[in-house]
């Protein structure tokens, strides 16, 4: 599969601030996906992008599709102690790849109150 | 609506065993993917299922692994013979659109 690049690998930050992550690949994708994993839990789908310049809103969490459709980022605003998690980017390129989702390696993301 | 269901939710085995796991999609989706989450790694997609037929396998260790989605719902994922390399999350997930993928719990393999 296609190789993402996601950063930072970790933040530690205190609950209230505002968080900005992202994703790059050296091959474009049709779909860009964000996704959570709490400890135990399979990853539960946060948002879904589908056109590159696309900005797309979920309560405090906002993500845009890259122009280039080879980047995605993810902010978080406002955080509060359950967003404590890791936040996976997944790529989709259905003409090259089918549907299989390419992830990156993850952000953990702490909080303290 | 139910989600994506999974058992066993934990497994330890020796090496050379045999396990198998198994995966309940959300009602009315065709397609089921399987994926292998080794512990600080993304998910990596093993298999994917269309209905009761295989649509990419190119990743699934053959030699060792198999799966199968005989009547196009549930399916289940084997090893045989697990190597200690296989101590990872399996995850199930499904789809209903041609996109999005809502994922199960996961199964937790540990192979002493």
């Known amino acids: 599969g296609q190789q993402l690049n996601q950063s930072p690998q970790s933040m530690f930050i205190q609950e209230g601030e505002d968080v900005s992550m992202n994703c790059t690949s050296s091959?474009?994708?049709?779909?860009w996906l964000w996704y959570k994993q709490e400890p135990g839990e399979g990853p539960v789908l946060l948002i879904a992008?589908?056109?590159?310049?696309e900005l797309t809103s979920n309560g405090r969490l906002t993500a845009q599709f890259g122009i280039t459709r080879k980047d995605s980022f993810l902010n978080i605003s406002a955080s509060i102690p359950s967003d404590v998690g890791i936040y996976f980017c997944?790529?989709?390129?259905?003409?090259?790849?089918?549907?299989?989702?390419?992830f990156g390696k993850g952000t953990s993301l702490l909080v303290t109150p | 609506e139910a989600g994506v269901a999974q058992s066993p939710r934990y497994k330890i085995i020796e090496k050379r065993q045999s396990v198998a796991f198994w995966c309940n999609p959300i009602?009315?989706?065709?397609?089921l993917y399987w994926y292998q989450q080794i512990l600080g790694q993304g998910p990596k997609l093993l298999i994917q299922?269309?209905?009761?037929?295989?649509?990419?396998d190119s990743q699934l260790p053959k030699d060792r692994f198999s799966a199968e989605r005989l009547k196009g719902v549930d399916s289940t994922l084997k090893i045989q013979p697990a190597k200690l390399e296989d101590s990872a999350v399996y995850l199930c997930?499904?789809?209903?659109?041609?996109?999005?993928?809502?994922f199960g719990p996961g199964t937790r393999l540990l192979v002493l």
């Open positions: 997930a499904s789809g209903g659109g041609v996109q999005t993928q809502y």
């Open positions: 091959s474009i994708f049709n779909t």
């Open positions: 992008l589908y056109k590159a310049g």
């Open positions: 997944a790529g989709q390129n259905i003409a090259n790849s089918g549907y299989a989702l390419n």
């Open positions: 009602s009315g989706h065709a397609t």
């Open positions: 299922f269309q209905n009761n037929g295989v649509v990419d």
